[in-house]
């Protein structure tokens, strides 16, 4: 045993013979061990994933429950509420009725509303499912085939923070794992030089970081930002990722040095946890080396290029967030999320606002469908377009539309779900869901069943219960898969 001299002549151990010592040392085996115990507090969020067989590396490919049809997702984000009666979910009626009452009842509401408002957009039919899509969306109406639509969509909230983070997270009023940090823990990701989970132009308000955020999953989980939505995203970069000082050499040779700590600490203690944050800061190293050249979009043709609307004008900031996406998941990245920025609230400017918003959106989200379909991806990765309600088909002034939770579209393309496909139905004036109700945890759980998980299966234990996705909800819409 070592010893050394207190002031009062009483002597202290401090470690074995031949043992080193070192801070980690001292903190477990002075003061009672209470300065151990806040490290292992730091530490704490590993426990359940080492536990669950997880191990030294969160990120590590992990078996599926059932075969998978999708390995990737790419979630489509429209901020702010996109009117599904002036986009996929035509209604003659109200046209018809135009200007009349609406003839029934509402619930809540989130502003006061008028009577029927007519769509200002004719619909046509395309593709050999002639399924209709609006004139504001001529791109996407192109790729209708590949597209299986949900038109029956209800979320239990009407105010945007509340729907987003039910869209995001499963939750509406409680701090839960974002869907891609489920995602993320349940599969690990298929390059471990990468993230695992990006979120690119998060929204700054209405959620911000919950929207891409792990909650009480372990940290490795959550999204990697890249930008937010109120700068346009003219280079993709990942902050804090660029060497501090010195090389890349002289860098190794720190890490090299940090981690002999850890792992000589590691090694006598077993801590799986500790084995955790090393990987993590390994993945970190790796990413400076191989994040760049996946982020620089230099070196994709000009036809690619002008196939997503990079540089030209409004197509070229969501152009560059599909296109990037398309690089990321090619390289393994397991869930990527592509926010389009909060302008789809069009309590009032309807025409200007849907117009200007669809003008942005419509090129770059058909370019992703096309490109990775011509590449042999759309297959095994899942696109996902989706917004956190409708409008009313009632107006709110001359030319506006209020919150409408209580009936939606969203729809999905490749991964395994039926092309040219639609489901359910709202009411002939689009107002409420009525035929085949899919809740937002449905939704979320044919997404993880579409990447071959069951989604009463993929569960986290945290404070005493096992936490999941869809929490007790849920059922997989079997109608869509192929």
């Not at 067989?53 to 078996?63: D, K, T, V």
């Not at 993709?236 to 990722?241: E, H, M, P, Y």
């Not at 990037?324 to 200007?352: I, M, N, P």
């Not at 956190?388 to 395994?416: C, I, K, L, S």
């Amino acid at each position: 045993m070592q010893h050394v001299s207190h002031p009062g002549g009483h002597a202290i151990t401090l470690a074995k013979s031949g043992e080193p010592f070192d801070r980690r040392s001292l903190l477990r085996r002075t003061a009672c061990g209470f300065g151990h115990l806040a490290f292992l507090n730091l530490m704490a969020d590993h426990a359940s994933a080492a536990s669950d067989g997880i191990g030294a590396n969160p990120l590590a490919p992990r078996p599926t429950h059932f075969a998978p049809r999708a390995k990737n997702v790419i979630f489509l984000f429209m901020h702010g509420g996109v009117s599904h009666v002036d986009t996929f979910d035509p209604k003659p009626e109200l046209t018809r009725r135009t200007g009349q009452p609406l003839p029934f009842d509402t619930p809540l509401q989130f502003a006061a509303v008028g009577n029927l408002l007519a769509s200002p957009w004719s619909f046509r039919q395309y593709g050999e499912s002639g399924l209709p899509v609006s004139e504001l969306f001529p791109n996407v109406g192109r790729v209708v085939d590949e597209i299986s639509f949900i038109k029956s969509m209800h979320v239990e909230q009407v105010d945007h923070g509340g729907a987003i983070l039910q869209l995001h997270t499963g939750s509406a009023v409680f701090t839960r794992p974002s869907m891609g940090a489920w995602v993320n823990y349940g599969l690990g990701s298929d390059n471990q030089d990468l993230p695992g989970f990006v979120s690119i132009s998060t929204p700054v308000i209405h959620g911000a970081n919950q929207l891409f955020g792990s909650a009480f999953l372990p940290a490795n989980y959550q999204g990697t930002e890249i930008g937010n939505a109120n700068v346009p995203l003219k280079s993709a970069k990942i902050n804090n990722l660029k060497p501090g000082l010195g090389s890349a050499e002289l860098q190794r040779l720190q890490i090299n040095l940090i981690q002999a700590g850890n792992r000589n600490y590691g090694d006598r203690e077993n801590d799986s946890r500790l084995n955790a944050r090393i990987e993590a800061m390994e993945l970190a190293f790796r990413m400076q080396l191989s994040a760049p050249e996946v982020l620089d979009l230099s070196g994709e043709s000009q036809g690619t290029r002008d196939l997503y609307g990079v540089d030209k004008g409004a197509t070229d900031n969501y152009g560059r967030q599909c296109l990037l996406a398309r690089r990321l998941v090619e390289k393994g990245v397991r869930f990527v999320q592509c926010s389009h920025t909060y302008k789809w609230d069009q309590h009032g400017g309807l025409r200007g606002g849907h117009e200007g918003n669809a003008r942005e959106v419509d090129q770059p989200i058909a370019a992703l469908i096309q490109d990775l379909k011509q590449r042999g991806m759309l297959d095994e990765t899942l696109v996902v377009w989706g917004t956190e309600f409708g409008r009313t088909p009632v107006a709110q002034g001359d030319d506006g539309r209020d919150h409408n939770p209580y009936g939606f579209t969203m729809w999905m393309a490749g991964g395994g779900v039926k092309p040219g496909y639609s489901y359910g139905g709202t009411d002939e004036f689009g107002y409420f869901a009525i035929e085949n109700k899919t809740s937002m945890y449905d939704l979320h759980a044919t997404i993880l069943h579409l990447l071959g998980m069951d989604h009463t299966r993929l569960t986290y234990r945290y404070a005493g219960r096992d936490f999941r996705l869809t929490d007790v909800h849920g059922r997989v819409v079997d109608n869509i898969v192929a």
